[in-house]
T-cell receptor
Framework: AQSVAQPEDQVNVAEGNPLTVKCTYS??????LFWYVQYPNRGLQFLLK??????LVKGSYGFEAEFNKSQTSFHLKKPSALVSDSALYFC????????????FGTGTRLQVFP | EAQVTQNPRYLITVTGKKLTVTCSQN?????MSWYRQDPGLGLRQIYY???????DKGDVPEGYKVSRKEKRNFPLILESPSPNQTSLYFC????????????FGPGTRLTVL
């Protein structure tokens, strides 16, 4: 079965420090991976995606993610966190059978402290 | 501005009172979906539509109906809402050409008492 796991419910980091939000996936074949962010009282916003090519993907707001096939991971990273990065982050993988469907992880709440 | 809109954004209702949540997109997208978001469960797909008059069940369709009479609109209908349908609902759309870009609406927070 295809799935996405986000092992941490919450990640706390001080402003200015690097941040990592973890994601692992389980699919057969080559995965299409995504990160979305949800700010309070807002919808989901697309951050970045990995389809093929370079394992390091750069996205919006200074975020990047590293695809690691051997570890089946797609961790979200940022070199220097901002208080405004505090939000709920979702990792997702495209369903291999139904391309319009995304399979989401349970979400990780990122809290950046001043 | 390219966008997906949902109405209402917030709704409190009572068990059994039929309601409809509207979704509209202005990007001429073929594919549209409804998801519900629940704590600890992430987002789960309720129904999807591949084009006008073509709809199918997602992972959690029980208690919901949809219709796709026009390309831009994809309403979610709860004929007899129950408290377990209290959730945050998102509509999403994508085009045929850019298959890996889904656009999400702002969400509708529904409370069923």
């Amino acid at each position: 079965a295809q799935s996405v796991a986000q092992p941490e419910d919450q990640v706390n980091v001080a402003e200015g420090n690097p941040l990592t939000v973890k994601c692992t996936y389980s699919v057969s074949g080559n995965p299409y991976l995504f990160w979305y962010v949800q700010y309070p009282n807002r919808g989901l916003q697309f951050l970045l995606k990995y389809i093929t090519g370079d394992n390091l993907v750069k996205g919006s707001y200074g975020f990047e993610a590293e695809f690691n096939k051997s570890q089946t991971s797609f961790h979200l990273k940022k070199p220097s966190a901002l208080v405004s990065d505090s939000a709920l982050y979702f990792c997702a993988v495209r369903d291999m059978k139904r391309t319009d469907k995304l399979i989401f992880g349970t979400g990780t709440r990122l809290q950046v402290f001043p | 501005e390219a966008q997906v809109t949902q109405n209402p954004r917030y709704l409190i209702t009572v068990t059994g009172k039929k309601l409809t949540v509207t979704c509209s997109q202005n990007m001429n997208h073929e594919y549209m979906s409804w998801y519900r978001q629940d704590p600890g469960l992430g987002l789960r797909q309720i129904y999807y539509s591949m084009n006008v008059e073509v709809t199918d069940k997602g992972d959690v369709p029980e208690g919901y109906k949809v219709s796709r009479k026009e390309k831009r609109n994809f309403p979610l209908i709860l004929e007899s809402p129950s408290p377990n349908q209290t959730s945050l609902y998102f509509c999403a759309s994508r085009g045929r050409e850019r298959r890996n870009e889904q656009f999400f609406g702002p969400g509708t927070r529904l409370t069923v008492l």
